[in-house]
């Protein structure tokens, strides 16, 4: 079983950061890619950034320059640094990874709030 907490939603004010960390547990293998996606009421689950264990970083073009995502391989830790926030990155986000190469398995986080206001 594998198990990812997530930690660091909350209320900020437009302009300011939040970071956003993610804590993969359980019996693990080998990490493939670690990433964030963001969802909001009514609307689809959205890939936000993501990191391959190579190196690898895709955002999306929403947050780039605004968001960082960095990952802690030997920790099995991933988080979003949040930065310039905006209302519209109002969502629940989403802590994913994804186990095993060519066969794998993802695995989600339970999310946490974040709310922008104006």
């Known amino acids: 079983q594998v198990q990812l907490v997530e930690s660091g939603g909350g209320l900020v004010q437009a302009g300011g950061s939040l970071r956003l960390s993610c804590a993969a547990s359980?019996?693990?293998?080998?990490?493939?890619?670690m990433g964030w996606y963001r969802q909001a009421p009514g609307k689809q689950r959205d890939l936000v950034a993501a990191a391959t264990s190579g190196g690898t970083i895709n955002y999306a073009d929403s947050v780039k320059g605004r968001f960082a995502i960095s990952r802690d391989n030997d920790k099995k830790v991933v988080y979003l640094q949040m930065n310039s926030l905006k209302p519209e990155d109002t969502a629940v986000y989403y802590c994913?990874?994804?186990?095993?190469?060519?066969?794998?398995?993802?695995?989600w986080g339970q999310g946490t709030q974040v709310t922008v206001s104006s």
């Open positions: 994913n990874v994804r186990v095993g190469f060519g066969i794998h398995r993802d695995y």
């Open positions: 359980g019996s693990i293998a080998s990490i493939n890619t």
